[in-house]
């Protein structure tokens, strides 16, 4: 889920579902679509199925939908791994509570079907 209208490459409208954050505050999803990232490591990610959220203040990533399309996921003393066929994707240790990713960019590019050998990565 994110805020960033500009982060989709491809964002069909949706009325009337809402998403409950921790403090029970409701907030609205207005489209879903998909998300091309750039990591620090040059990867690139196309997130798929990615709720616009006007109103989140974070960026979140469901452990719960990549483990669901065939990600491993692994937390461990305050450490997440994140891994695709025996490729690690993303690893990130936790602060307050949460996981935070950090320095993941926009991608400049319009959404390219690659090869993940050459780094895209199908999320």
Same mark, same amino acid.
């Given at each position: 889920m994110t805020s960033k209208k *500009?982060?989709?490459?491809? &964002? %069909?409208?949706? *009325?009337? +579902?809402?998403v409950y954050m921790e403090n029970n505050q409701e907030c609205e999803i207005v489209g879903v679509g998909l998300v091309l990232l750039k990591l620090s490591n040059n990867k690139e990610v196309l997130l798929k199925g990615v709720r616009h959220v006007p109103k989140l203040k974070r960026n979140i990533i469901s #452990?719960?939908? #990549? +483990? +669901?399309? $065939?990600?491993?996921?692994?937390?461990? %003393? $305050? &450490? #997440?791994?994140?891994? %695709?066929?025996?490729?690690?994707? #993303?690893?990130?240790? %936790?602060k307050e509570g949460l996981y935070i990713a950090r320095k993941v960019n926009r991608s400049k590019y319009a959404l390219v079907s690659k090869s993940e050998k050459d780094n895209e990565l199908e999320l």
């Open positions: *500009n982060w989709f490459v491809e &964002c %069909k409208s949706e *009325n009337g +579902d809402s #452990l719960g939908m #990549l +483990d +669901d399309i $065939g990600y491993s996921i692994h937390a461990e %003393k $305050g &450490c #997440l791994e994140i891994v %695709k066929q025996d490729r690690v994707i #993303l690893t990130r240790r %936790k």
